[in-house]
């Protein structure tokens, strides 16, 4: 947590994980990875508050965590899950305009409307005793979760991750919008930008080959 820009396995933490419901219905302890998780909510001059991400892993116990994260769900197995302190929806970044709900209600629309989209409830989290504050669990879109939802082996999917870099513009500092991979290659997803770069993406045979590519039904819910 003091070095909260750091990423990457080597900054996987073993922890000790409990959960505690708070009617006495289910309780579980296991042994899990812990990693800081998030972009911009890693900056401390941002938010002292940082998102986790949870990884089940076969060495420290548990390969996949069989638990009922989130009742209405038919996954009830997961190798990650993050814990998400919403750090642009809450009153140490915006107090005027903190919501705590504003993500959890875009994905819970997304189910709503029959697409695929992440779960997630909101839990009370306590580090080594102390409390935390308020956390949005929420499952990870990986490969696996795409598998776990929509059927196939995490091999079939490629996941990409937005990303927002800083430049410069003629001397000028900006910030403009990347990807990077979280699972797969780029291939298709090049491919599709190049289409939208053509300078005649509505030509039937362009939309033809984009339709190939992009789930159109569920990027116009998005």
Not at 65 to 83: C, E, G, I, Y
């Amino acid at each position: 947590y003091a070095n909260p820009v750091a990423e990457g396995a080597d900054w996987e933490r073993p922890v000790s994980l409990e959960w505690i419901d708070t009617q006495g219905r289910q309780s579980i302890q296991v042994d899990a990875g812990l990693r800081i998780s998030g972009q911009w909510s890693r900056k401390p001059d941002s938010t002292p508050k940082h998102s986790f991400s949870l990884r089940f892993r076969k060495r420290y116990g548990m390969e996949r965590l069989n638990f009922p994260a989130f009742p209405d769900s038919p996954v009830k197995q997961f190798d990650t899950l993050r814990l998400r302190a919403g750090q642009s929806d809450a009153f140490t970044y915006f107090p005027l305009k903190a919501l705590y709900v504003h993500d959890q209600v875009g994905r819970d629309l997304q189910l709503d409307l029959g697409q695929p989209a992440s779960r997630g409830r909101y839990v009370h989290l306590y580090l080594n005793g102390l409390y935390w504050g308020l956390y949005n669990l929420a499952e990870e879109p990986t490969a696996r979760f795409a598998a776990d939802h929509l059927g196939g082996s995490a091999g079939d999917y490629d996941v990409i991750k937005g990303r927002e870099i800083q430049t410069l513009v003629d001397r000028k500092p900006v910030t403009v919008n990347d990807f990077e991979m979280e699972d797969g290659d780029d291939a298709a997803f090049r491919k599709l930008l190049a289409l939208k770069d053509s300078g005649s993406p509505e030509e039937p045979k362009n939309l033809a080959t984009a339709e190939s590519l992009l789930d159109l039904d569920a990027f116009a819910a998005y």
